[in-house]
């Protein structure tokens, strides 16, 4: 069963960066199709950046450039690295083992903050 928590949120200025995690407590393996997704207050939850086990990556034309979705050695844990960031990027993101927003069952996701 894959358990997955996502930490690493917080408050950045606009243009600061922040690196969000997304660690399977579970006791199977990490799912191979991952995705980071977000959703700001009175928004749909939308698709961030995404990544296949064989390391291929697709991200959102909204953030291309400025993040990078990367996975860890052990394949337990994923990150997205936030560069440049924007208030406009404000939002819970939570990761799922799955790049399709109609996933139902989500964690409890972790807040990034921007400030302009």
């Known amino acids: 069963q894959v358990q997955l928590v996502e930490s690493g949120g917080g408050s950045v200025q606009a243009g600061g960066s922040q690196k969000l995690s997304c660690t399977n407590s579970g006791r199977t393996g990490m799912n191979s199709l991952m995705g980071w997704f977000r959703q700001a207050p009175r928004k749909e939850r939308e698709f961030v950046a995404g990544?296949?086990?064989?390391?291929?990556?697709y991200y959102a034309d909204f953030v291309k450039g400025r993040f990078t979705i990367s996975r860890d050695n052990t394949g337990k844990t994923v990150h997205l690295q936030m560069n440049s960031l924007k208030p406009e990027d404000a939002a819970v993101y939570y990761c799922?083992?799955?790049?399709?927003?109609?996933?139902?069952?989500w964690g409890q996701g972790t807040q990034v903050t921007v400030s302009s």
């Open positions: 990544i296949g086990w064989s390391g291929r990556t």
């Open positions: 799922a083992p799955t790049m399709d927003t109609k996933y139902e069952t």
